[in-house]
């Protein structure tokens, strides 16, 4: 895998020697100006050390703004540059590009908000001046230590792997080798076409499965950019995105192109078995093909029925049939993975409604077998040899289940869910069955009817016009199925019928359907090789079920269709493009570019203790085991800093948000002397996640929120990154309240970085109590990015909270309590150079 | 305004969030996209929400960091507040004929620091909060939008040149006209989105009539921390709610309005906003008049059970109408299927419709695409090529082909970027003489 260094590359020269730090304040046409006095903070900022230049401009962001920027780069030889102006979301991007165009490292720069979080909120003139000035300050401490990065640049393999190949395998692989790229399906039975192979007709445009699966298996098997391997289990896996290595068993086939008559070998079989195809509704041979028209079109040998007779051996001369090979094993590169494996129906319990029990209780996929022309029965309604006069389909089996009702699956849990394909799907059944077999009666048992889609609707609204029988059970007391007493029909249903205020009633049927959920297939075989996550329903979980549903947690792996959650065939095959885009994005770039903002590990300090390895949202860590050391993938690190206050030896650092730099930045926010009096102002340290809660900050902003302008903000990329010695080091500085601000639980950038926050804060509560700190002096809060009034709001009363604590004074009990041993009490001034920039 | 290519690999109609994923899906993959909104900021219905269903995440969180994306992505052209005149097929692809509506602010000057807006003496109804805020006459379409450039309208300007003396870049500009914009493109998406059917379709509820019967849209508005007011409240008297009632299928599966499909979002959001409402206002019952709760997504199941579990009382019922008490309360005529069709009439503060989904835009001639049964586009391959329009090149996407949750609008945007990046692909290489 191709990763260059996260370090400057020819920039690094422009660090030595001198801080020449260029402080430039925006006037943004009065919007700053007006309420922050330009002048006094530029004069100020004059005199910070290592500040070469220092001015103001009426708009840093226009064209001329830029240009006077990039010019005094250039003529004052600067080496950091700081602008204060309006939210780091609007701007920062635009000085970032104009500071590299002057040929400085782009990460040499600080984006000063000083109206979003001063002019905006602050009515005092002079407090507002003195925050910005604060702020400035602040920057220019951090500045000292700030360290040149370039974007993390990952090289991609330009081939991907699919896994599974069903309707969402197919789809993404055909999709891919269009936009040119190389694909590997592995499927793991012995023929391609997954479960759609086994469905008749489909909604919602009525056409027969195959229709839709035949000529895409053609395209694919032809593609000279498509390699499948049937029979093939994912065996094991290395690597990351871009360089993904995953080895798969090829278990033999036991049939070979040079088999002469295919159709002799199967005929001369004497293993009779249950045909899985057509769902144990008929039989087959240990030698067999499906159906007619399977990919590939050789016979596949059933091992576990196969007795190694050597029939079949015989029947062909001898030739084309392998009884003895043994698996073989090939290892895959990829640069991408998208998972389809699809899933499982819904297997009924032996008497769960009759199942089992009477061989009239069937399941819908088998019925969808029976209604095939091609079929067990060639497409006639017969059970047992007997014509059935009347059906009835019976809704969420195996769906929906409730605790008392229903007994939990295998692994004690109940399946909750709703299955989203059975109801459309019954309802299309039955429309069939009423329209091929018009004498036949249909009786429809709900809870629920779910037919939400497009097009969904007319068939329930069609089924009702052709006279299908709707009764509506109640779902704490489900249908009970046994043999008509009366001899009348082959069963009868009882239940109680809601739609008819609760009357008992029984209806005789000849075939009851159960429509059987869908579940998840066994994925810990993926679990283990991917580290996916599954929910509470089994199926695999995407990284954001909301906005990023195709893509799993680790960069660089998708999934497709069905492995994620019941889909019908529309919505598989949808999210099979999707997940193709995904891919064929990440491969068409070549490489990909990432925030510099990841996390290092300094060996010299790491203890090899593992802490960190749970604390990282994205496994991106792991142990190295020789030399007992963590490492930091820095492809799969997302940078959120979570990992860096985790671990107890201060062993990891993040770039851009090193403690270094957090701690000079918050020393320099507390170095003023404070005045003590009657006008006395509590100083409090805000520290914000980035993604939520300085964005809500923001939102107050341009609200226009007055709130107090002592609440100074610190921006880390997540609340994770806090560091409780962080929250100490600022009281010991001379905070007098201290604020963590992150998303809300669910809303985290990186999906769970803030839990570790909330475990966290508790605990620097009760340390803070140990130290004598008041707890009102500390507060932890979640605020969104829309909450700009309640980010104001808590402001305000931290405030008046503090301020009625009074000083807190900290610094001069430290000896005492023994804090800040160890660390740099010295707040600022004496340059130090930042450990993590790597040479 | 950054500055219009005449080429462009992408046509992207609609910057929701669909469309936004759509024009990101089809720039990652190398293709240069024109993406092009109607209104005067990005983000389409889903910025407005408060929260979303089944994570409960706050919207705007979630979404406006992908704006953001857009706005900076180095392959994306934004052309906001701007209409599609006329679509047609040539050689090369499609001209596509665009017009950019007059802002009345240059936008490349625009700072984005509404001093216009504050110095405006004009007060509008905001279409951002369904009428229940307001905004002056010149503002910035709202705090999460993109671009943050301000818009005037002219319908309500006064004329008096407060905004242009108060504006420190000198930006308003009533000269403004609207302006013609001609492009090519290889390939086009419609991401078109959705409206409701109007609050007054049905009479028999009186929506547009009773203060106190609401859009579905409203309530999230109310809901929403950065909404008019950041509190629920009734809008005849602005009291506190203490009973509330959701009617769904309000102009669904209802063939009497030409709606007879389901809506597909109404169930899981009326049951949001019960759990948001209870959350705040744990006094105040809400009941969830039904047909069938269609909750058939992943995690929705559960969602439901946790309403229920939280006190929101779901009724299947029909609705039969709804009259106005003389203290605007609310009575709703009901027949309740669970107790054999017996009426009652039941009183409520306020009454939320589940209004029906209905297509954002219809291209009356403007594009060469056919239109469904349903108002929706027409998809010849429903099942195979979910996002392939009846016209070869055009790609659609969210719900534009029929009503969606948020997930599913987005892994169809995604679909509708992979068939345009393999269309692209084709017609590339047909171009390139290559086979």
């Known amino acids: 895998m191709g990763m260059d260094g996260v370090n400057g590359d020819g920039a690094q020269g422009a660090v030595a020697g001198d801080l020449r730090i260029g402080v430039f304040v925006c006037h943004c046409g009065g919007n700053i100006s007006d309420i922050v006095n330009v002048e006094t903070v530029v004069r100020q900022a004059a005199e910070l050390p290592g500040v070469a230049v220092s001015t103001g401009h009426m708009f840093c962001c226009s064209d001329p703004g830029q240009a006077a920027i990039e010019q005094q780069i250039r003529e004052q030889r600067l080496n950091r540059v700081i602008v204060a102006a309006c939210s780091p979301s609007l701007h920062e991007l635009t000085f970032r590009r104009a500071v590299a165009r002057a040929g400085l490292n782009p990460y040499l720069f600080e984006h000063i908000n000083i109206r979003e979080h001063v002019s905006w909120v602050v009515e005092d003139k002079e407090q507002a001046t003195r925050k910005a000035f604060r702020l400035i300050r602040a920057a220019v401490a951090r500045a000292a230590h700030l360290a040149p990065l370039t974007k993390r640049r990952i090289q991609i393999h330009p081939s991907v792997l699919v896994i599974g190949g069903g309707i969402a395998g197919l789809t993404a692989a055909r999709d891919l080798a269009a936009r040119g790229i190389r694909v590997t399906i592995v499927e793991s039975n012995p023929f391609l076409g997954g479960r759609l192979a086994q469905l008749y007709r489909i909604y919602p445009t009525g056409q027969r499965a195959r229709e839709i699966l035949d000529p895409l298996i053609r395209q694919v098997a032809a593609d000279p950019l498509i390699t499948v391997y049937t029979n093939a289990q994912l065996e094991s896996s290395t690597g990351v995105i871009g360089d993904f290595r995953t080895t798969v068993r090829l278990t033999p086939r036991g049939v070979t192109e040079d088999c002469p008559d295919p159709q002799a070998a199967i005929d001369s079989c004497p293993e009779e078995c249950v045909d899985q195809f057509n769902l144990g509704l008929s039989k087959r041979m240990a030698i067999y093909k499906p159906y007619d028209g399977c990919y590939p079109d050789l016979p596949a040998i059933d091992w576990r029925n196969c007795t190694k007779c050597g029939a079949c051996f015989q029947a062909c001369g001898g030739r084309g049939i392998q009884l003895d090979d043994q698996p073989q094993f090939v290892e895959i590169q990829s640069g991408a993975i998208i998972i389809a494996v699809g899933l499982n129906t819904y297997g009924p319990r032996h008497g769960e409604y009759g199942y089992g029990q009477y061989p009239e209780v069937i399941t819908l996929a088998q019925m969808n077998r029976l209604l095939d022309p091609e079929g067990p029965t060639k497409g006639r309604l017969l059970v047992n040899g007997r014509t059935v006069r009347s059906v009835g389909f019976l809704h969420c089996v195996g769906s929906l289940q409730r605790e008392g009702i229903h007994r939990p699956m295998a692994d004690g849990k109940l399946n909750m869910y709703c299955s989203r394909v059975c109801c459309t799907t019954t309802m299309h059944t039955a429309e069939q069955v009423r329209e091929r077999f018009p004498g036949v009666h249909v009786y429809d048992f709900h809870e629920d009817i779910r037919t939400y889609g497009r097009r969904h609707e007319s068939y329930y609204d069609h089924v009702c016009e052709q006279g299908v029988a709707f009764i509506r059970f109640d779902p704490m007391r489900p249908p009970a199925v046994e043999a008509d007493p009366k001899g009348e029909a082959a069963l009868v249903v009882r239940t109680v019928d809601r739609l008819t205020a609760g009357e008992e009633i029984e209806v005789p049927v000849d075939l009851l359907v159960l429509a059987t959920g869908l579940v998840a297939r066994d994925m810990t075989r993926l679990i283990d090789l991917y580290r996916c996550s599954v929910g509470a329903d089994r199926f695999l979980m995407e990284v954001h079920p909301k906005l990023r549903p195709v893509e799993l947690a680790a960069s660089g792996l998708f999934l497709a269709g069905s492995v994620q959650g019941p889909m019908d065939i529309g919505e598989s095959t949808a999210a099979a493009a999707a997940a193709a885009a995904k891919a064929s994005a990440l491969i068409s770039t070549g490489t990909i570019e990432m925030d510099p903002f990841v996390a290092e590990v300094r060996e010299d300090r790491c203890s090899g203790c593992r802490i960190c390895l749970n604390a990282c949202p994205f496994s991106a860590i792991t142990r190295n085991e020789e030399f007992a050391r963590a490492e930091v993938n820095p492809a799969v690190c997302l940078g959120c800093g979570t990992c860096v206050a985790t671990c107890p030896c201060n062993a990891i650092q993040q770039y851009g948000f090193s403690d270094e730099q957090i701690k000079a930045e918050v020393a320099a926010l507390l170095a003023e002397k404070p005045e003590y009096g009657p006008g006395w102002q509590p100083r409090i340290v805000a520290f914000l996640c980035y993604w939520c809660s300085y964005t809500g900050a923001d939102n107050a902003g341009t609200a226009r929120l007055k709130y107090p302008a002592n609440a100074d903000i610190v921006k880390v990329m997540c609340s994770g990154r806090i560091d409780p010695e962080l929250i100490t080091s600022a009281f010991s500085w001379g905070a007098d309240g201290v604020m963590v601000l992150g998303c809300h639980i669910g809303d985290c950038h990186y999906t769970s970085g803030n839990h570790k926050t909330m475990v966290r804060m508790p605990l620097v509560r009760r340390l803070l109590a140990q130290f004598g700190i008041e707890p009102e002096r500390f507060r932890h809060e979640w605020v969104s990015a829309a909450e700009g009034e309640k980010f104001s709001r808590l402001v305000k009363e931290m405030t008046e909270q503090v301020r009625a604590l009074g000083p807190l004074n900290w610094p001069s009990h430290l000896d005492a309590v023994g804090v800040g041993h160890g660390h740099d009490l010295e707040p600022w001034g004496e340059e130090q150079t930042c450990q993590i920039t790597a040479d | ?435």
């Open chain 2, 1 to 435: 305004m950054a500055e219009i290519k005449q080429e462009y690999d992408g046509l992207v109609l609609g910057a929701g969030i669909a469309g936004m994923q759509a024009a990101l899906d089809l720039a990652g993959q190398g293709f240069d996209v024109l993406l092009v909104e109607r209104a005067p900021s990005i983000g389409g219905v889903m910025v407005g929400l408060n929260k979303v269903f089944p994570t409960l995440d706050c919207s705007s969180c979630i979404c406006t960091p992908r704006m953001a994306e857009v706005a900076h992505h180095e392959r994306i052209t934004l052309l906001t507040y701007t209409e599609l005149k006329h679509l047609e097929r040539t050689a090369r692809g499609f001209s596509v004929t665009l017009v950019k509506k007059p802002r009345y602010v240059v936008e490349e000057d625009c700072i984005g620091c509404a001093k216009c807006e504050l110095a405006c003496n004009v007060v509008v109804p905001h279409e951002f909060d369904y009428g229940l805020g307001a905004h002056a006459a010149v503002y910035i379409p709202h705090g999460n939008a993109i671009p943050q450039v301000a818009v005037l309208d002219p319908q309500y300007c006064m004329f008096d040149g407060a905004c242009a003396r108060a504006c420190p870049t000198d930006c308003i500009d009533f000269t403004q006209q609207p302006e013609e914009i001609n492009v090519q493109a290889g390939a086009v998406i419609l991401a078109t989105g959705l409206k409701l059917v109007p609050l007054d379709v049905k009479k028999e509820y009186g929506g547009g009539k009773y203060v106190n019967v609401m859009n579905p849209l409203a309530m999230e508005r109310l809901q929403s921390p950065n909404g008019p007011y950041g509190h629920v409240m009734r809008p005849s008297d602005g009291k506190i709610p203490r009973s509330i009632a959701y009617v769904q299928c309000a102009g669904s599966r209802d063939k009497s309005i030409g709606v007879p499909y389901c809506s597909r979002i109404c169930c899981m959001y009326a049951l949001k906003q019960g759990i948001m409402i209870r959350q705040h206002l744990p006094e105040t019952e809400v009941t969830i008049y039904h047909m069938d709760i269609r909750a058939f997504g992943k995690g929705y199941e559960q969602f439901y059970r946790r309403a229920v579990g939280e006190g929101i009382r779901v009724v299947k019922a029909k609705v039969a109408r709804i009259t106005e008490e003389p203290n605007k309360d609310l009575k709703l005529r009901v027949e309740l299927i669970d107790e054999g069709g017996r009426v009652a009439e039941i009183r409520h503060d306020l009454v939320v419709l589940s209004q029906g989904v209905i297509p954002g835009w219809k291209p009356d001639g403007a594009a060469p695409v056919r239109i469904d049964e349903d108002g929706f586009f027409l998809i010849p391959e429903m099942a195979a090529r979910p996002a392939n329009s009846s016209h070869e090149g055009v790609f659609v996407a969210g719900v534009a082909t029929g009503p969606k949750d948020i997930p599913d609008a987005i892994v169809e945007a995604g679909a509708a970027a992979m068939e345009a990046a393999m269309y692209l692909g084709r017609s590339q290489a047909r171009a390139g003489g290559v086979q």
